[in-house]
């Protein structure tokens, strides 16, 4: 330490006195207690044609408050704020929305994206720009389509996750019970050659229990607009073929007997083969999944190969059939490439996909898709027989 | 000499790996992607050979001229006054080049992390940081960097391993559906960033063991060339076609990590990563133009003039371009031909000129 | 604000002066010529760069020499 202050070394002092005054960064010095943490960000589209950008707020009170552990809102603390603020672009609507908001808008731990119907009819990709422009919020995000106003969707306190609807509405969309879109996989999919793109759609549920989320549906997008909107069971179908599909659960009527059998899918992948033969563009699904027995209603024997083997025959006609549905309204109906077929034929085709390109859109409804599903029956599950039936009264065939 | 520090051949290596993988490693997807598209990942490959020219013209010249840099040996090369000339025109190139890179440093991390921070703070603080330890000599520099280097390489495994869940092969296809054109015209500018270990020759005077100094160079090329194809390879397989559409790539890959909602928000790891890669980087060029300066005007020390130099540096990098798209375009055009003349073409005729005149000696004393 | 710039940028030459002047030995004179000459030179440059910020640089410079051949990657 003496060194420092003999005269030779006096300079050194205090240049090394100076330098610290750069460490603290002075200029982007942020508290954490002056932030507002966005939690989701919902879009909506104005009557007069203005972006009107709702965000929810993290409550700093709500959360790790003592008041917590006797569960959250007991003392009248809204576990999220909920704020709209309207512009022309996100972020005039983002600094018109910061008048009102004490603190500053902080997207960093944005979690998901909710657009509106009446933003979503009028084309997406310029909002989405946004998104992968400012420096703050993250690809990660998750995408949602609600049917009515997003800021509804945000305003939602759910029981779980300390009543914050865009956690609530993440943790869906990780569960893969309708698609899981993230920002990154959006504009992955705008920028493609066809521009089609399917968001999964987010719906209120209230009841007298409490309010919740739910994924219920997909929406399509035909060169970034809204087209139309398929209901659960079709966009089972959609996750199938596009090969999303994590935690199902296929129940089947046997033929030749009465009740039902439930299966649970333990994992499956689906396969796009594009061909092209004498000119005729077609496409072969083929998909593979290996599934336990959950549930058996019927008096089957599910430890007989025979009567698995038949089982095994009727599932793959019924995942056939969910996938027939997707097709018939999407592929036909909304003539939207959601599947990524335009991207499979360029993979495996890339120089006829090139003539092809600017007639993708004529041609894709009528690519015959031929779907070869193949399903394995692992395990009967913890029991053999059917239960509760006695031993002589089982069906063997 | 005026340096009397010696460096190891592992030393070399690791002082060159990050001069050229710092800058490219946050660029290189967007610049390549532009041209080659999906086949961007092999692009590298076919830029590296360019280092490995580089690093064969540095070496020749190095048997001829054992104990000198590239503003000593053009001298003799080409004669006094045109070798003064080259000289001047080379560390002009550099000192631009550095000032340019530092720019790009500022840039970045006034662009992402520090938004309300002047430019010229950052800056001014990376040149001074820099300026102590060229001051210090070529033996801290190395130091520093056999420190800084292991860090640099675990924190960019650590962001590819964990970036492995949210990627997907499908991206990479077709595979050279153009034939190999496309991912050669992506090759045209990081081929000019593995040009920059010309800069060796400026480092092998100074070599403990003469005699590793090339197997050393072409070890680190090779490395160099693996870190690119894997950064771009998994920018590819994460982005796909969007890949070239952002600024930093690496950086917008970083960001999307996310492994059991608790380990995400990693992006300060792309931070460490340029800052001590950019800081290895803008010293390196900095002390070749230190001591090109020094030899040039044939001082007998070169740290006297470590701060001046870094000042006009600091200027130069402010004056470089007014903004990020100007910078940027530069360099994806007119700098590969300035770079490609001062870093390959000219270093080659000199090479052709020494072997004529090593060959036939006598013409010249008479 | 200007001025407050060139100030410091003057502050830093006077620093930089003072750090490293006593350090030159005496019989280096070519040494002290070079420190006094880029001392000054890059003052000046840094100081008319405040004041003209977008004057032409070597950036410039090179793009104008070399301009034919980079439209040829331009896309």
């Known amino acids: 330490m003496k060194r420092l202050f003999k005269p030779e070394k006096r300079l050194l002092t205090i240049v090394l006195c100076c330098i610290p005054i750069f460490l603290s960064g002075c200029w982007d010095r942020t508290e954490v207690n002056d932030l507002a943490i966005i939690a989701g960000v919902g879009l909506d589209r104005t009557d007069n044609g203005k972006i009107e950008l709702s965000v929810q707020i993290t409550n700093p009170k709500a959360i790790g408050g003592p008041g917590m552990s006797s569960g959250s809102g007991q003392s009248g603390q809204q576990p999220v704020i909920v704020k709209t603020g309207t512009g022309k672009t996100i972020y005039d609507a983002r600094s018109k929305l910061q008048e009102k908001t004490s603190r500053q808008l902080f997207e960093g731990h944005n979690r998901v994206i909710i657009i509106g119907k009446s933003l979503a009819e009028t084309g997406i990709r310029k909002h989405i720009d946004f998104f992968a422009r400012f420096p703050i919020p993250r690809l990660r995000a998750n995408v949602f389509f609600t049917d009515g106003k997003a800021t509804d969707i945000l305003k939602v306190i759910p029981s779980f996750e300390n009543g914050e609807s865009a956690e609530a509405a993440r943790e869906l969309a990780e569960l893969k019970i309708g698609m899981n879109v993230t920002t990154k996989d959006l504009l992955q999919q705008l920028a493609s050659s066809s521009g089609d793109t399917a968001l999964p759609k987010i719906t209120a549920s209230k009841s007298k229990l409490g309010e919740g989320l739910k994924v219920n549906g997909t929406a399509i997008f035909k060169n970034n607009k809204l087209t139309g909107q398929i209901d659960d069971k079709v966009t089972r179908g959609l996750l199938w073929l596009t090969d999303a599909i994590e935690t199902a659960s296929v129940t089947i ?47 089957l024997d599910m430890m007989d190969p025979k009567i698995v083997e038949k089982l095994e025959k009727q599932m793959e006609k019924s995942i056939d059939k969910r996938i027939q549905l997707v097709l018939d309204e999407v592929q036909t109906g909304m003539e939207a490439d959601v599947f990524g077929f335009g991207e499979a034929f360029e993979r495996t085709y890339p120089q006829k996909w090139k003539q092809q390109e600017d007639q993708w859109d004529k041609k894709f409804p009528e690519i015959e898709v031929v779907i070869k599903s193949d399903v394995k029956i692992r395990r009967p599950g913890r029991s053999g027989g059917p239960q509760g039936v006695p031993q002589e009264k089982e069906k063997k065939k | 000499m005026i340096e009397k520090g010696k460096i190891s051949g592992l030393q070399m290596a690791i002082l060159l790996y990050p001069t050229v993988v710092a800058t490219a490693l946050l660029i290189l997807p967007a610049t390549t992607g532009q041209f080659a598209k999906q086949d961007m990942w092999l692009s590298p490959i076919w830029a590296s050979l360019f280092g490995y020219l580089a690093v064969m013209i540095a070496y020749r010249l190095h048997h001829y001229f054992p104990q000198e840099t590239f503003v000593q040996y053009s001298e003799k090369i080409v004669g006094k006054f045109p070798g003064k000339l080259l000289g001047f025109g080379f560390l002009f190139f550099i000192l631009h080049t550095n000032g340019m890179v530092l720019r790009d440093y500022g840039e970045f991390v006034t662009g992402n992390f520090l938004k309300q921070t002047p430019l010229i703070v950052m800056i001014m603080s990376m040149a001074f940081v820099c300026a102590l330890a060229v001051r210090g000599g070529l033996e801290v520099i190395a130091r520093s960097s056999q420190i800084f280097l292991p860090v640099f390489i675990v924190l960019f495994f650590l962001i590819i391993l964990l970036l492995i869940p949210a990627l997907n092969p499908k991206n990479m296809f077709p595979v050279m559906d153009e034939g190999i054109t496309r991912s050669i015209r992506g090759a045209f500018v990081p081929s000019l960033w593995f040009s920059e270990l010309f800069l060796i020759s400026f480092l092998l005077p100074y070599l403990h063991e003469k005699e590793k100094g090339l197997k050393w160079a072409v070890v680190t090329t090779a490395f160099i060339m693996i870190t690119l194809v894997t950064t771009n390879l998994f920018t590819l397989l994460l982005f796909g076609d969007i890949a070239s559409s952002f600024t930093y790539p690496v950086m917008d890959a970083a960001r999307y990590i996310s492994i059991a909602d608790f380990m995400q928000h990693v992006e300060a790891i792309v931070m460490a990563i340029w800052v001590t890669g950019m800081f290895i980087k803008i010293c390196i060029f900095y002390y070749v133009v230190v001591i090109g300066t020094a030899q040039w005007l044939r001082l007998s020390d070169y740290r006297p003039i470590v701060f001046p130099i870094g000042f006009v540096l600091v200027s130069v990098s402010m004056w470089s371009a007014s903004n990020l798209q100007e910078l940027t375009h530069f360099t994806r055009t007119s700098w590969t031909f300035y770079a490609g003349l001062f870093l390959i073409v000219i270093p080659i005729v000199l090479l052709l000129i020494a072997k004529v005149r090593h060959k036939f000696p006598k013409k010249q004393s008479h | 604000m200007k001025w407050l710039m060139v100030l410091g940028i003057v502050v830093v030459a006077i620093l930089m002066t003072l750090y490293e002047w006593p350090k030159i030995n005496k019989e280096q004179k070519r040494e002290k010529k070079a420190f006094v000459v880029l001392t000054a030179g890059s003052v000046i440059l840094a100081v008319v760069l405040v004041y003209f910020p977008a004057m032409p640089g070597p950036t410039q410079l090179v793009d104008a020499i070399f301009k034919p051949l980079g439209k040829l990657l331009e896309q």
């Not at chain 1, 299966?263 to 000119?279: A, D, H, Q, Y």
Request: without cysteine.
């Open chain 1, 253 to 299: 009527q046997p033929k030749d007997a009465e009740g039902y059998i439930s299966f649970k899918i333990l994992r499956s992948s689906t396969e796009l083969i594009p061909t092209i033969k004498n000119g005729k563009w077609k496409m072969i699904v083929r998909i593979t999944t290996e599934d336990d027995v959950t549930e058996n209603e019927t008096k």
